[in-house]
């Protein structure tokens, strides 16, 4: 039974975890402010609440505010897409696209990759000396011991009026931000997530609905 709740649009702060889950969405644009540390803290704060394999907590989050430094990154991402023609044709064809949501997903994209510098700080979470339950970082079940912590940024993010986008976009640069950022040979980046205070509006997402996804007892 779909859950009654505010899923009004708007860019406001929000203590209501349905609603902050509801409308938590895809933000690619921000607000020309920056975010003070007291915040980034706090969502931070709240990745670190999240469970690991065996409570291992293996992360740490490289939060990025130093203007040089995300020009830097933003200048990668825009050389990394100038260098990739079939992603650019993907945009190209979906920006024309009949489907409105698509077109501005692909344009956000674009967006995206060419201006990044808008976004006043990214957070780089790193799986960090991953034992449990793979001590194996590229395994799928490592990820198990981070991404949960990546949602609750985000979303604790969306509670507080913040707009974040998960991306995995870190991986077309890696080799380049290991060095910029003094990764150690342990530590492995896993998203690259712009945040700021929203410049659009959170609401509700498109997805498919609970019968589409749910099975009781078996598949089929
Ligand atoms: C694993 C993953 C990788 C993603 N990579 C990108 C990316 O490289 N660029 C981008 O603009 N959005 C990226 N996204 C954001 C998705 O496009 C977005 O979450 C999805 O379209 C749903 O958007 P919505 O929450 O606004 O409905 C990524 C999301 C995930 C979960």
Redesign the pocket.
């Known amino acids: 039974m779909a859950r009654q709740i505010n899923l009004e649009t708007g860019r406001e702060p929000t203590d209501d975890v349905w609603e902050a889950i509801y409308t938590?969405?895809?933000i690619?644009y921000w607000e020309e402010k920056p975010v003070p540390r007291a915040l980034l803290e706090q969502v931070i704060e709240a990745a670190s609440k999240a469970p690991s394999g065996s409570n291992t907590q293996p992360w740490i989050f490289v939060v990025i505010d130093d203007r040089a430094k995300l020009d830097e990154i933003a200048a990668l991402m825009r050389g990394f897409f100038e260098a990739a023609e079939p992603i650019r044709n993907l945009i190209s064809a979906g920006e024309k696209s009949e489907d409105k949501?698509e077109r501005l997903?692909l344009k956000?994209?674009k967006q995206?990759?060419t201006k990044l510098e808008r976004a006043p700080a990214i957070i780089i979470p790193c799986l960090y000396q991953v034992a449990s339950p793979t001590p194996d970082p590229a395994s799928l079940l490592a990820g198990s011991s981070i991404y949960m912590a990546v949602q609750n940024l985000m979303l604790s993010a969306r509670a507080l009026g913040l707009g974040t986008?998960?991306?995995?976009?870190h991986a077309m640069i890696e080799p380049n931000l290991r060095e910029m950022l003094s990764l150690p040979d342990d530590a492995h980046p896993v998203?690259l997530i712009p945040i700021g205070f929203a410049g659009a509006n959170f609401g509700p997402?498109?997805?498919k609905g609970v019968d589409e996804v749910l099975r009781w007892n078996s598949w089929s």
């Open positions: 938590q969405r895809a690619r949501s997903m956000g994209a995206f990759f986008l998960m991306t995995t976009a998203a997402t498109k997805r």
